[in-house]
């Protein structure tokens, strides 16, 4: 079946570092990628998306390229705010039959001034 | 922009008590889901709707149902709650074509004592 698998957390940060969330994912032909993000108290929200290989998804600094080959979909940003801090979750949809999101188990980050 | 509303943010329940959680989304969307997320686990799909009285269970279905009358409306419900179903719950919605993004309420977070 389809999975993903992500960095574990907690991750810290101090505001202006580089960051990388790793995510890895098995599945069935050509998934497509997202990221989602969560902030405090809310719901999640769609940060970016992949549909194909090679693809990169940006969004508010935030980018990941959907990489076939190593099978992974790691998010990176290239200098971090505090208003970053939330929890982030690697996603995918399979492109076989049905709609159904399959989640990794998302990583806390937090970024001190 | 599309809203995922959901009824309660906060319910607090006792064990046996029968628990309805409504959603609703307002951009006539096919798919409707029910999440939940609970920490170090992500999130689990509890059931999905992809019409009008349509349902498929998701990967976690047992101790719950879901009813879908109306395409807006997607409402969970705990027939007998228990303390294991303490949790924070998702809806979220999407169009039906493939590898559609999904738009998530802001959750209910319920607490079965």
């Known amino acids: 079946g389809n999975s993903v698998t992500q960095m574990e957390g907690p991750v810290t940060l101090s505001e202006e570092a580089f960051l990388t969330i790793n995510c890895t994912y098995t599945a069935t032909g050509y998934p497509s990628l997202f990221w989602y993000v969560q902030y405090p108290g809310e719901g999640l929200q769609l940060l970016l998306k992949a549909t194909k290989a090679d693809d990169k998804g940006s969004n508010k600094g935030f980018e990941a390229t959907y990489r076939k080959e190593t099978t992974s979909f790691h998010l990176e940003k290239g200098s971090v705010q505090v208003s970053d801090s939330a929890v982030y979750f690697c996603?995918?949809?399979?492109?076989?039959?049905?709609?159904?999101?399959?989640f990794g188990t998302g990583t806390r980050l937090t970024i001190i001034p | 922009d599309v809203k995922v509303t959901q009824s309660s943010r906060y319910l607090v329940k006792r064990t046996g008590e029968k628990v309805f959680l409504e959603c609703v989304q307002d951009m006539d969307h096919e798919n409707m889901f029910w999440y939940r997320q609970d920490p170090g686990l992500g999130l689990r799909l509890i059931y999905f709707?992809?019409?009008?009285?349509?349902?498929e269970k998701g990967d976690i279905p047992e101790g719950y149902s879901v009813s879908r009358e109306k395409k807006e409306r997607f409402s969970l419900i705990l027939e007998s709650a228990s303390t294991n179903q303490t949790s924070m719950y998702l809806c979220?919605?999407?169009?039906?074509?493939?590898?559609?993004?999904?738009?998530f309420g802001p959750g209910t977070r319920l607490l079965v004592l």
């Open positions: 709707s992809y019409d009008v009285k349509m349902k």
């Open positions: 979220a919605s999407s169009r039906i074509q493939g590898g559609m993004t999904q738009y």
């Open positions: 996603a995918l949809i399979s492109n076989f039959g049905n709609e159904k999101l399959t």
